[in-house]
Structures are given as C-alpha cells and as structure tokens.
C-alpha cells in the first residue's frame, strides 16, 4: 500500500506551494486507494508556532485533504537513532563553537567561495569525544559523509540523480539542545511511519543523497523519491490573502492542481474526487511552475458563474455586510445588487468596489468624463433631456426606466453609445458597467436626479 505524507514545520503560515504540495501527496496516495499523512513537525512551539499548526490544519481540513495527523512527542527518540549511527561511525560528535563556524563562515565570504564544513571534528578520538560528552561539553551531532566517490538515487519525476560525495556537507543531525533537526526527523519519522513515497519540494533534490545514506545507515527500507517542480510567482499571493479576498477553495485547488501537473486530456475543471481518479504522478512535470493570478481569477470566476443564486449570495453578500450598512435596504435589493454583478466580479471581495456607487450620495467625475460630457452638445442634449423625463416620472421601475430611455431617443434621435454612454457616465461615473436599466434602477429615482443636478 502507498503511504504518503505531508510534513509542515509551524515556522510560518501554510502558503500556495505548501498546499499543492500536499495536494499532490494526498492525490499520489488515494489514487492507489493508499493512506496519507499530515504531519506537524514539532512538538515544543511557542505560541504564534501553535496559530500556525492550528491554521495549517484548518486549511487542508477545509480543502479535503484529510488524513491520520501525527505529531512529535519528543526528540529522545531521534537522539538515540543519531547516537546509533555514532557507534556504527556513520556520525560524530562535534565541538566547533559558534564563533569558530561564524568566522570560517566569513572566510568563506570573502574568498567568493561557498562554505561548507571543513570536517574539523572528524578525526577527533572517540574516547575524548565521549569524555566532553560526559561532562556536559556543548555539542552536536554530525553525519559522516563519505569523502570519495558519488552517490546516485532514482526520482520519480527527474530520473537518476547523482552526486558527488565530496560535494555533501556533514550536516547536523542533533542540534546542541539535543533536539533534532528538521531533516534528520523527517527521515526517522517516515521510515517508523512506514512512509512508501517520500514526497518534496525539487528545491531539495541536491539533498536527497543525504537522506538516503541515513536510510541505509540505520538499516531503513528506502523508500521511492517524488520531487515536485518549484512554483515562481512575480507577484506575492499569499493563501491567507486569497482566501480574504474571496477566491473559492474549489477554484484554489483546481488551479494548484495545474501547477507542475498535466492530465491527459484537454480537461481543465476538476472536483476532488476527479482527481484522484485522473492523477498520475507519471504526468508531474519537471519545470518550474508559474502561479499565474489572472489564471486563478479566471477559474474563481468560472467557478463563481457556475454557483447557484443561493450559493452565491451565501457567499459574496457577508464582503458587503463588512463595509455598508445594509439596514436601510430589503432583502429583495441586495439580491438584485449581488446577482447583478454575478458574472463580472471575479472574486468576493471585488463586490464592495463595484458596488461602491450604489452607497454613496455622490460621486467624482475623473477629468476624462468631465471632459468627454462637454466636448459634444450632443452629450450634454442626451443629459438634459434624460433629467427631464426622470423628473416627471412617478413609478420607478425597471419598465418605465427603459420607457425614460426610449422618450429620450426619439427626442434627440441618439442611439447606441450616444445615447446610453453619456447617462452611465453622469450617473455612475463609468463607462462601463452592470447593464444601466438595472443600475438605475438600484440607485432609486432621487439619488439618479441628485447626480444629475450636479452635471
């Protein structure tokens, strides 16, 4: 049975690449009706570390990608698997200080060259290491990284990798507080988990040979590697962000869906349940994946225009609860204003801008519309002419709105733009729009006549 898993490390909040990677782990399992994991990797947080955890389970719950959660209970457990690899000789105990790594650090930096550790403690005599040890020395515990030849392992996704030895770095296993790191626990957590597909970011790939030296040193099945192609965004879009602004987790997770993947088909839409009925982690490209937020507005929208009336208003009307007071208005009038903008808005949020001219008493003409008014008399006729017939008008309704506009046609014998660009523009102050009947009619008799007089 495949098992996969998703590690999160609570040193932040849970970003766009974070879920597409677990989406992709999630997918990788169920698709062979496997298990998947997601696994909180710290057990001692502090307490914005515990807003994150708690904010990272929130999300993949309320995005479906549910599993078993596992979390650390201690790093004593680690600490003995790195002792372990001590009296095999695949670890050392090191005693360089801070200082003395911070200073080869700047060696390093100054001679334009790339630091690595130098091995210092290496060769140091294991009877003297065990002394320091015993009497409290600060230390860490290194992995013994073989100096000579390469080191090859097989990618799902980028084929055979392979490495020269002398370019691996001896990394910390054990930190000086006895805790382990980030790297050495993942590796002793999915092999005890019995994790089959070890999923990660390619941004690590140069790293694997460490992680299956340690596999092989400590006597773990190896598991297969599955590498996921970076995504690159010249724009900063944060899942919070997206989230508050009013994109749909079904949208969300659909276009992730698409970054780094490509199904067989032409097919663009797809519910949970289909993919992982259509993913193939054969199908995972090795490119850089571009998050595109045009291409993501444009699925939240289609997503958007496929919801029911009643799903729709669920969903865009509280946007418009946060910034107008809504008391003064029936029920039957913000339904109208909400499904007006259904198929222009392309995220909640969007609603409070384009609605903003049905909330205010008036509104500012740019110097364009200004000037685009008084540049024809034609204009100003087609203006003039409509505040005379709202004037006279005693039942405002959608019905003798398009009679208004059709006295005011024959009268200056205006049509198309003529007649209708300049009344949207006195009125709303754009020229473009909802369709006008509708906004008129939402903006009530008055208020039209009030953004007339000041024409």
Same mark, same amino acid.
């Given at each position: 049975?495949?098992?996969?898993?998703?590690?999160?490390?609570? /040193? /932040?909040?849970?970003?766009?690449?974070?879920?597409?990677?677990?989406?992709?782990?999630?997918?990788?399992?169920?698709?062979?009706?496997?298990?998947?994991?997601?696994?909180?990797?710290?057990?001692?947080?502090?307490?914005?570390?515990?807003?994150?955890?708690?904010?990272?389970?929130?999300?993949?719950?309320?995005?479906?990608?549910?599993?078993?959660?596992?979390?650390? /209970?201690?790093?004593?457990?680690?600490?003995?698997?790195?002792?372990?690899?001590?009296?095999? %000789?695949?670890?050392?105990?090191?005693?360089?200080?801070?200082?003395?790594?911070?200073?080869?650090?700047?060696?390093?930096?100054?001679?334009?060259?790339?630091?690595?550790?130098? %091995?210092?403690?290496?060769?140091?005599?294991?009877?003297?290491?065990?002394?320091?040890?015993?009497?409290?020395?600060?230390?860490?515990?290194?992995?013994?990284?073989?100096?000579?030849?390469? $080191?090859?392992?097989?990618?799902?996704?980028?084929?055979?990798?392979?490495?020269?030895?002398?370019?691996?770095?001896?990394?910390?296993?054990?930190?000086?507080?006895?805790?382990?790191?980030?790297?050495?626990?993942?590796?002793?957590?999915?092999?005890?988990?019995?994790?089959?597909?070890?999923?990660?970011?390619?941004?690590?790939? $140069?790293?694997?040979?460490?992680?299956?030296?340690?596999?092989?040193?400590?006597?773990?099945?190896?598991?297969?590697?599955?590498?996921?192609?970076?995504?690159?965004?010249?724009?900063?879009?944060?899942?919070?962000?997206?989230?508050?602004? %009013?994109?749909?987790?079904?949208?969300?997770?659909?276009?992730?869906?698409?970054?780094?993947?490509?199904?067989?088909? $032409?097919?663009?839409?797809?519910?949970?349940?289909?993919?992982?009925?259509?993913?193939?982690?054969?199908?995972?490209?090795?490119?850089?994946?571009?998050?595109?937020?045009?291409?993501?507005?444009?699925?939240?929208?289609?997503?958007?225009?496929?919801?029911?009336?009643?799903?729709?208003?669920?969903?865009?009307?509280?946007?418009?609860?946060?910034?107008?007071?809504?008391?003064?208005?029936?029920?039957?009038?913000?339904?109208?204003?909400?499904?007006?903008?259904?198929?222009?808005?392309?995220?909640?949020?969007?609603?409070?801008?384009?609605?903003?001219?049905?909330?205010?008493?008036?509104?500012?003409?740019?110097?364009?519309?200004?000037?685009?008014?008084?540049?024809?008399?034609?204009?100003?006729?087609?203006?003039?002419?409509? /505040?005379?017939?709202?004037?006279?008008?005693?039942?405002?309704?959608?019905?003798?709105?398009?009679?208004?506009?059709?006295?005011?046609?024959?009268?200056? $014998?205006?049509?198309?733009?003529?007649?209708?660009?300049?009344?949207?523009?006195?009125?709303?102050?754009?020229?473009?729009?909802?369709?006008?009947?509708?906004?008129?009619?939402?903006?009530?008799?008055?208020?039209?006549?009030?953004?007339?007089?000041?024409?």
């Amino acid at each position: 049975m495949i098992r996969t898993r998703f590690s999160f490390y609570p /040193k /932040k909040h849970v970003d766009i690449e974070d879920l597409r990677n677990a989406l992709f782990s999630y997918l990788i399992a169920k698709h062979e009706d496997g298990e998947f994991f997601f696994r909180i990797e710290d057990s001692h947080l502090k307490s914005y570390e515990n807003e994150y955890q708690d904010f990272a389970k929130k999300i993949f719950t309320e995005f479906g990608l549910n599993g078993d959660y596992e979390f650390k /209970k201690t790093s004593e457990n680690h600490k003995a698997y790195a002792e372990k690899l001590v009296n095999k %000789g695949k670890a050392y105990y090191c005693f360089c200080t801070e200082e003395e790594l911070n200073r080869k650090r700047l060696e390093a930096t100054e001679n334009k060259t790339t630091y690595i550790y130098d %091995g210092t403690c290496r060769l140091f005599p294991k009877d003297e290491a065990r002394r320091k040890v015993l009497i409290e020395e600060q230390y860490v515990i290194r992995q013994r990284m073989p100096k000579e030849g390469q $080191t090859t392992f097989r990618d799902l996704v980028y084929g055979d990798i392979t490495t020269l030895n002398s370019c691996l770095e001896d990394q910390i296993l054990i930190k000086s507080d006895g805790t382990s790191t980030y790297n050495f626990a993942n590796v002793i957590d999915d092999a005890l988990m019995n994790i089959t597909h070890v999923t990660m970011s390619e941004k690590v790939l $140069t790293s694997t040979p460490k992680y299956l030296l340690l596999y092989e040193s400590l006597g773990f099945s190896v598991p297969k590697f599955i590498h996921y192609p970076r995504i690159v965004t010249k724009l900063e879009n944060t899942l919070i962000d997206l989230l508050n602004q %009013g994109f749909l987790k079904e949208a969300i997770l659909n276009y992730i869906a698409l970054l780094g993947w490509s199904p067989k088909s $032409t097919q663009e839409f797809f519910t949970l349940e289909q993919l992982i009925q259509k993913f193939d982690f054969n199908h995972i490209n090795k490119r850089p994946a571009c998050f595109d937020i045009k291409k993501l507005k444009w699925f939240n929208h289609q997503y958007i225009i496929r919801l029911s009336d009643e799903e729709y208003i669920t969903f865009v009307k509280p946007y418009l609860e946060q910034f107008y007071k809504l008391e003064d208005k029936s029920e039957e009038w913000i339904r109208y204003l909400l499904l007006m903008y259904k198929k222009q808005i392309y995220f909640a949020s969007e609603i409070v801008l384009n609605a903003h001219m049905f909330f205010v008493n008036h509104i500012e003409l740019e110097e364009k519309e200004i000037s685009y008014l008084k540049s024809d008399t034609r204009r100003k006729e087609v203006v003039n002419t409509f /505040k005379d017939e709202v004037k006279k008008e005693l039942n405002w309704n959608r019905e003798t709105i398009k009679e208004i506009l059709e006295h005011v046609k024959e009268k200056t $014998t205006s049509t198309g733009s003529l007649l209708y660009m300049p009344i949207r523009i006195s009125i709303t102050g754009k020229r473009k729009g909802p369709d006008l009947v509708d906004c008129l009619y939402l903006l009530g008799q008055k208020k039209v006549l009030e953004r007339l007089e000041t024409i």
